[in-house]
T-cell receptor, first 115, second 113 residues
Framework: DSGVTQTPKHLITATGQRVTLRCSPR?????VYWYQQSLDQGLQFLIQ???????AKGNILERFSAQQFPDLHSELNLSSLELGDSALYFC??????????????FGPGTRLLVL | SQQGEEDPQALSIQEGENATMNCSYKTSINNLQWYRQNSGRGLVHLILIRSNEREKHSGRLRVTLDTSKKSSSLLITASRAADTASYFC?????????????FGKGTTLSVSS
């Protein structure tokens, strides 16, 4: 158990819908990262938050957004869903940025299926 | 584009044999990390090797790093059925230190008893 929790574990929805994925980082970790894992694209970095502020953006679509709240939990919002958004979505946390990226601790993931 | 590329894509061995996976990357890095993922589960950190280190051990794992060739290898000795998983290398590129890791597509290891 990494100490990172993600809810829900599974999500089935229809095209055009909007969903929210939730992540709670390990106690004491200030950085949260969101990744998308699909068969064709592999593990892709979406976005990073550090202590409530956006720190880095990766291959995140405009239809996707995220935020980190004062209690450090984070939410990833996916809207106008398309079939191609079906994937595993992981949240990871680490102590802090500043200097090289250290170990990231991954949650169990949310499996999203868009029908 | 992917920073790290693992080789081979898939590897099948018998219990007790050694498994070697390789990773190549493109840009200068601060460190390189290896992660394991059991089917459909979250990634588990195995080992981190810094750019100024050449070799690191952790239990049955041995990682080497050759920054001149931009490559790393992960050796799992005396493999067990429980080692069956996908293994990913991840780099912390120098140009974006402290942000996201860049993952390769992984090597799928199957260990049969």
């Amino acid at each position: 158990d990494s100490g990172v929790t993600q809810t829900p574990k599974h999500l089935i929805t229809a095209t055009g819908q909007r969903v929210t994925l939730r992540c709670s980082p390990r106690s004491g970790d200030l950085s949260v990262y969101w990744y998308q894992q699909s068969l064709d694209q592999g593990l892709q970095f979406l976005i990073q938050y550090y202590n409530g502020e956006e720190r880095a953006k990766g291959n995140i679509l405009e239809r996707f957004s995220a935020q980190q709240f004062p209690d450090l939990h984070s939410e990833l919002n996916l809207s106008s869903l398309e079939l191609g958004d079906s994937a595993l979505y992981f949240c990871a946390s680490s102590v802090a940025p500043g200097g090289p990226t250290g170990t990231q601790y991954f949650g169990p993931g949310t499996r999203l299926l868009v029908l | 584009s992917q920073q790290g590329e693992e080789d081979p894509q898939a590897l099948s061995i018998q219990e007790g044999e050694n498994a070697t996976m390789n990773c190549s990357y493109k840009t200068s890095i601060n460190n390189l990390q290896w992660y394991r993922q059991n089917s459909g589960r979250g990634l588990v950190h195995l080992i981190l090797i810094r750019s100024n280190e050449r070799e690191k051990h952790s239990g049955r794992l041995r990682v080497t790093l050759d920054t001149s060739k931009k490559s790393s290898s992960l050796l799992i000795t005396a493999s067990r059925a429980a080692d069956t998983a996908s293994y990913f290398c991840a780099t912390d590129p120098f140009y974006q230190a402290g942000t996201a890791l860049i993952f390769g597509k992984g090597t799928t290891l199957s260990v049969s008893s």
